[in-house]
C-alpha cells in the first residue's frame, strides 16, 4: 500500500504518454527528462507485471494490455481535471467535462444545438461526444450520460426516459402520385421499400395484432439521412426514425404513410452511473436536454 501513490503518479505519466505515442513530446509536455519518464513508464510495467507499450526507434505502440490500462489512466485524468474545475468554483457553479455518447442521428439531430445553448448558460462546461450506439460496454467507458434506443436499459447504470422512439414510414408526393398510397402493411409489397441491408423486417401494430413486412427494393444502405435523401429523390418508401422527417412531413416533401399503425415503437432513454447521480452539471443538463426535446416533439 505504501508505493500506491507511486503507482498512481505512473499511471498519469503512461496516460501521457499514450496520449502522444512518442516519450520526447510526452516528456516536453510535462516537462521532465525524457529518461525518468522512460524509467517510471519501465517501473509501471514491473509494478503491473505486463508490457504496455511496443516501442520501435521510430514508433511507440499500445499493447491489448496497454490500451486497457490506458482507458484506466484516462479515467483517473479526467477525474482529475473535473475535480480541479469543481474546486475553482462555487457550489452553485456548474463547470467541468461531460462526456455524453449517442447515437450519430441524435446527435446531429439535437446535441449540437443542446450543448450550445447549455454552454451560453453554462460557459465553464465543456462536452465530449462520442457518436455510438452499444449498450454493452457503457459502464466501463466512462461516460457520464449515454443516450440509447432500447427496449431493455442496462441494470448497472439509471435509466431515465427522454422521448418516445417511433418509425414513421414516408415517401415523396412525386413518387406515391407515380404510384398509389399504401393503406395496408401487404400494399407495400408492391412499392420500393428502401432499407437498411441488414434490417429488412418492418413491424407493424395495430390494437394487439402484429403484422411484419420484409422490405424488398433495388436500393438499400445503411445509414437513414441516405435513405432519406432517395426518398426525397422519389425513389420509394422509407421507415425512420421520426424525428428525422417530421420536418420534412411538415414542409411537405414528404408524407407520413400507415399513420394508423405504430411502426417499432421504442424509447430514448438517458443513462448515467449511480456514482454521479447527484452532479449538478449532469441534472441540469438533462433538465435542459428533456427541455429542448418537450419543445421540438410535435404535439399529438
Known amino acids: ?20 505515442l512518442s516519450f520526447s513530446k510526452a516528456a516536453e509536455h510535462l516537462d521532465i527528462s525524457r529518461s525518468y519518464l522512460s524509467q517510471q513508464i519501465r517501473s509501471l510495467e514491473q509494478d503491473l507485471h505486463t508490457q504496455l507499450l511496443i516501442r520501435t526507434t521510430r ?35 456548474v463547470a467541468g467535462i461531460l462526456r455524453i455518447t449517442a447515437p450519430a442521428a441524435f446527435a446531429e439531430s439535437f446535441l449540437v444545438e443542446v450543448c450550445n445553448g447549455f454552454n451560453q448558460r453554462y460557459p465553464e462546461v465543456s462536452f465530449e461526444i462520442d457518436v455510438g450506439h452499444h449498450l454493452e460496454d457503457l459502464h466501463e467507458r466512462n461516460f457520464d450520460l449515454a443516450i440509447r434506443v432500447t427496449e431493455q436499459p442496462p441494470q448497472n ?17 412525386a413518387y ?38 420484409e422490405a424488398q ?46 411502426v417499432e415503437p421504442r424509447q430514448v432513454w438517458m443513462l448515467y452511473p449511480p456514482k454521479i447521480e447527484h452532479s449538478s452539471r449532469l ?8 427541455d429542448h426535446i418537450s419543445s421540438l416533439l410535435p404535439k399529438p
Not at 447504470?157 to 408526393?173: D, E, F, I, K
Request: net charge neutral.
Open 157 to 173: 447504470m439509471v435509466a431515465r426516459t427522454l422521448m418516445p422512439y417511433c418509425h414513421w414510414v414516408c415517401a415523396s408526393p
Open 59 to 93: 514508433s511507440v505502440r499500445l499493447t491489448t494490455e496497454g490500451h486497457k490500462v490506458f482507458l484506466q489512466a484516462q479515467a483517473m485524468h479526467h477525474n482529475l481535471l473535473d475535480l480541479e474545475r469543481e474546486l475553482e468554483h462555487s457550489g452553485e457553479d
Open 176 to 213: 406515391l402520385a407515380e404510384h398509389f398510397v399504401p393503406t395496408q402493411p401487404s400494399d407495400l409489397n408492391q412499392l420500393q421499400c428502401l432499407a437498411f441491408p441488414t434490417w429488412r423486417t418492418w413491424t407493424f401494430k395495430q390494437a394487439n395484432k402484429v403484422q411484419e413486412f
Open 217 to 262: 427494393g433495388r436500393f438499400a444502405v445503411n445509414d437513414n439521412n441516405i435513405l432519406i435523401k432517395a426518398a426525397l429523390n422519389a425513389q420509394g418508401v422509407i421507415r425512420v426514425p421520426e424525428h428525422l422527417v417530421w420536418e420534412h412531413v411538415q414542409a411537405g416533401r414528404l408524407q407520413r404513410l400507415l399513420a394508423d399503425f405504430q
Open 1 to 20: 500500500m505504501s508505493k500506491n501513490h507511486k503507482k498512481l503518479e505512473r499511471l498519469l505519466l503512461f496516460y501521457e504518454v499514450a496520449q502522444y
Open 283 to 290: 441534472q441540469r443538463f438533462m433538465a435542459y436536454l428533456q
